[in-house]
């Protein structure tokens, strides 16, 4: 399968503990884009990589989150101090350079905070 | 106002009716224009994006865009009940952000 994989695919944390999922995206794309869903919603975009370099955040984004794409291939977002309010699908999405129309999601992680 | 505006539903048709999807905008900075399907509990897949006004076709599906107003639609011909998901407009400006609308449930009643 060489589509977008996510890892877990389903979190259930206390609140206050950390997270940390994993995002590999397709292997000839060099943009990844985080994003989050909740229910009824779209996907908002958190932010995106090009490459190693992470281009724009969301105000959504706050300093609890971070991600990283250290090497340009997989991406890990950690959520600190995770809050009942952080429970949510997060979605990766990959594209081929400028194809930002053109993005291929991951089947998401689904976060629960008790 | 917000960017992108869509009914959420739900539309429930028949079986081999038409569908019609719709979405408005307000920034007409937008270029691309895509839909995603979203199965439950599943990761959005994109269906189909044009560039501009004016239809494209695939299969059964076309897809519409009317910058002057700011109205894009999804048609979907022959529904099948496969085709009962939530679909979501999705939209990209100059800079490559990209707003999406919440989706629309839609069923196909067998």
């Known amino acids: 399968d060489t589509g977008v994989s996510q890892d877990p695919r389903h979190k259930i944390t206390k609140r206050g503990q950390n997270v940390t999922f994993r995002c590999d995206p397709i292997?000839?794309?060099?943009?990844l884009y985080w994003y989050r869903q909740t229910l009824g919603q779209g996907p908002e975009f958190l932010t995106y990589?090009?490459?190693?370099?992470?281009?724009?955040k969301s105000r959504l984004l706050s300093d609890r989150f971070s991600a990283e794409r250290p090497k340009g291939s997989f991406s890990t977002l950690e959520i600190q101090r995770t809050e009942q309010g952080d429970s949510a699908m997060y979605l990766c999405?990959?594209?081929?350079?400028?194809?930002?129309?053109?993005?291929?999601f991951g089947p998401g992680t689904r976060l629960t905070v008790t | 106002q917000k960017e992108v505006e869509q009914d959420p539903g739900p539309l429930s048709v028949p079986e081999g009716a038409i569908v019609s999807l719709n979405c408005t905008y307000s920034n007409s900075a937008f270029q691309y224009f895509m839909w995603y399907r979203q199965y439950s509990r599943k990761g959005p897949e994109l269906l189909m994006y044009t560039y501009s006004s004016g239809n494209k076709e695939d299969g059964r599906f076309t897809a519409q865009v009317d910058k002057s107003s700011k109205y894009i639609s999804l048609f979907i011909r022959d529904s099948q009940p496969s085709d009962s998901a939530t679909y979501l407009c999705a939209m990209v400006n100059r800079d490559d952000k990209i707003i999406f609308g919440k989706g629309t449930r839609l069923h196909i009643l067998p």
């Open positions: 292997s000839e794309h060099n943009r």
């Open positions: 999405a990959s594209s081929a350079p400028g194809g930002a129309y053109e993005q291929y």
């Open positions: 990589f090009q490459n190693e370099a992470q281009l724009e």
